[in-house]
Every structure is written in C-alpha cells, then in structure tokens.
C-alpha cells in the first residue's frame, strides 16, 4: 500500500526520517512530500536515500527549473494514488491551513485533492499548540473525519516544558496502520458480517428486493481481514467478488440469511448486521408467472424474521453486536430506539437521500449512535475507511472490557 508522508518546518522534522523506516518495515510504499521549511531542518536527500522515491518539495517542479504540464497536475496524480496521507510533523501553521482549506503548496495542496485517509501529528510549542486558535484547528479537523494523532509532553526544543513534542513515532505508525485496517488488533476475533440484499420471491420470475450491492458489508469484511480476524460474510446476491481470506456463504431469501446467520453466530465473537435484510414477502408465491392478462395482482405481505431481534437474546458473553440502520428520516432518533430495543452495542445510521451515501456508491456518510447516547457523526468517506472506524469502535470497546472467551 502507497502512503505519502508530507514532512514540515519544525524540529521534530528529523524523527520523520526514523518514521519512513518503521512505515516500510511495515510493508508501506512511502513517499515523502517536504514544505519549504522543512528542507532548513533536514536535506531532501535524505528521505530519498530511505524512501527510494524522488523527494517533492516544489509546486512546480524543481526549484530554478521551467515548470511543464506534468510538474503542473503533479499533485492531482499523486493524490489518485494515495491510501493515506500522513502529515508529520505537522506545525501549527499548516494545521491551520488544513483546517481552513488553504492550498498554497504541494503538500497543502495535496490534502485537499486526495480522498484517502488522513492522518495528522502535531507538533510546536506547548502554548502555540494550547491557543485557542490551534484547539479549534484541530477541532475542525477531528470534526471532518482526520486522524490526529496527539503530541506528549515534555521538555521541548525552546526550553518550555509541556504538551508539544511529536508522539511516538510507534503512535503514529499505529494510527496510519488504523487507517489502511491493517492494524492486526482484532487477531483471535471471529467476525460475522452479513451484506447485500434479500430478494423475497413473488412468482416464478419476479421478486421484491431493494437496491442494496453490497459494497458496506463487503468492506467491513475486508477490514476485518486486514486487521487480523477470521470473517465469516453470509451475503445475499451481489455483483463483488469476495474479499481474499474470508470465508462466504450465498444466500437469497431473508429466510435463508436467517439460517445462516443462527447457524454461525455461536462461533463469532463479534457480529456486524450490514446487509440490507428485506422487512416484508409476499404471503403466497405463485409457481408460475403472473400474467398480466389476469389484471392487476392483489399483493399480500408478511414480515420477514428479524434476524437481529433473534440473535440479540442468544449472544453469548462478550459477544459484540453491531447493526446497521439506513434512514430517511429522524435518522439519528431511530437508530438510538434500534440500538435499545434489540440491546446491541452499537448503530451505524445514515440518512441515504444524501448525496454519497447509502446505496450504490463507494462512499457513505454515516453516524455512529452508541449505549450511553453518545453519537460520532462521521464526514463523506469511502466505505472501506467507513468499515475501519467501525472496528475501531469495536477494537475500543474490547480494550474496555475485560476479554471473556465465547464458545464456538
């Protein structure tokens, strides 16, 4: 996986070309992007020799050299080919110039063209990072979705002691690798996701379904893979392939998710409801086609089985439940009454009239409800990053409790 490490004016500008080894001793393709200032820290050599990759220090090319269209558009290649984006250090100015949208060069630039994860580590002076300015900076950030990971204190470089000092380049490290999902925290769990939709057949021929493909379940799958857990996936029908390393199960009906959800529920430790299970069938399926010269059908319902409402009774101890609720309206309202009533440990609700989010796109917005009413409303991200913070709140939740085995 390709990241970039955009590296700024500061003196903690040096550690970051430790933090170029431990990101390649983890596997990552690093490239590293340098303001102005912090080529006066450190020679853009020197990541070059470590990262194996030219240095970018300059909007348009190199410095003293006529810029050319690819020098030009640089910036927009780059970000298409992104995981992630680390900033480290990053100086209280261009925390600013993030949090505020300003782009006047590469690196600033850049953050605004990717859509990958973004990952930021502060680090300035202990009253610099206390002022009020940089509180709301990053504020703003958190608010947008960016990971910041938070400076320690200490004695810092201008003699004053306090909270200022760059993390550990083991946090950061940990943070990037939380982003991509492969973060290795969730190995020994056994995950049970389910996706896509239920199609509840109507004759032989027609049936009733709705538009979901499967994209955010599929995603949770993935993301639990890469962060060290088996996955089961019990998908309904859908276009994806399945995800490497996990294993699946295809069903159709409602009827059929249900069975397969029971079935392997007793050997998950955690389990996440994303599919969009069909509430209603028809009563009565015809064994042939209804015809139209017959007039119009008189279509009877029945409810399906509410798969959660079965397994939220059974769990067994330390069994983590997550469901999903997609909404149109009093979105978060209703996700908080789904959470209480089918006693599950946490909601993912969105609204999907949003633009980017919901069915049929690679992105969602989505806001996480939780027991005690808290609620993280979350920015427009891809569903893969979406299926990151998920676990993350899962992994959160483990490392809260005390861990107790569940039977297989």
């Known amino acids: 996986m390709r ?7 500061g003196v903690a500008a040096y550690k970051a070309a430790e933090l170029v080894r431990l990101l390649q001793d983890r596997g990552l393709d690093v490239q590293v992007i340098m303001t102005r200032n912090a080529c006066q820290f450190v020679r ?48 209280a100015d261009v925390v600013a110039k993030i949090a505020h949208g300003l782009a006047d060069d590469f690196l600033t630039t850049l953050v605004l063209a990717t859509r990958a994860p973004l990952i930021v580590a502060p680090a300035m002076n202990v009253n610099m990072w206390e002022s009020a300015a940089t509180r709301h900076n990053i504020a703003v950030l958190r608010e947008r979705g960016v990971r910041v990971v938070e400076p320690e204190a200490g004695p810092l470089a201008c003699g004053m002691t306090g909270p200022g000092r760059l993390a550990s380049l083991e946090a950061i490290t940990a943070a990037v690798l939380a982003a991509l999902g492969i973060a ?52 309904g029908p859908t276009h994806l392939e399945a995800p490497a390393g996990v294993q699946i199960e295809r ?4 009827e059929e998710m249900a069975e397969a959800v029971l079935r ?16 209603f069938r028809p009563a009565e399926v015809d064994s042939g086609k209804i015809k139209r010269g017959n007039g119009p ?32 309206d009093h979105v978060v309202e209703n996700a908080a009454a789904k959470l209480r ?13 949003q633009a980017g989010a919901g069915f049929d796109v690679d992105t969602n917005i989505v806001t996480l409800v939780f027991p005690d ?24 939740i483990r490392a809260r409790t005390a861990p107790r085995e569940v039977a297989g």
């Open 44 to 91: 853009p050599l020197t990541f070059a020799a470590l990262s194996g990759h030219r240095v970018i220090t300059e909007m348009f090319g190199e410095e003293g050299r006529e810029a050319n269209v690819e020098s030009a558009i640089e910036h927009i290649a780059v970000a298409e080919s992104l995981d992630a984006l680390l900033v480290a250090p990053a100086t």
């Open 251 to 254: 069903v159709r009906t409602a």
């Open 184 to 235: 290795g925290d969730l190995k020994g769990e056994t995950i049970l996701v389910t996706a896509g939709r239920t199609e509840e057949p109507l004759d032989a021929v027609r049936y009733l379904a709705n538009r979901s493909s499967g994209k955010m379940g599929y995603a949770v799958a993935e993301a639990g893979r890469r962060r060290g857990a088996r996955v089961i996936l019990v998908s």
């Open 3 to 9: 990241i970039a490490l955009g590296v700024t004016g």
């Open 341 to 353: 009533q089918k006693n599950l440990d946490l909601v993912v609700a969105n609204d999907v009239t």
């Open 264 to 279: 392997h529920a007793g050997e998950a430790s955690v389990v996440v409801m994303a599919a969009a299970v069909a509430d």
């Open 373 to 396: 009413g808290t609620v993280k409303p979350l920015a427009k991200m891809s569903k893969l990053e979406v299926a990151a913070r998920i676990l993350d709140e899962v992994a959160a």
């Open 297 to 328: 059908p008189i279509l009877r319902l029945e409810p399906t089985r509410d798969i959660l409402a079965e397994i939220s009774p059974r769990r067994r101890p330390g069994q983590l439940i997550v469901g999903f609720a997609a909404e149109t």
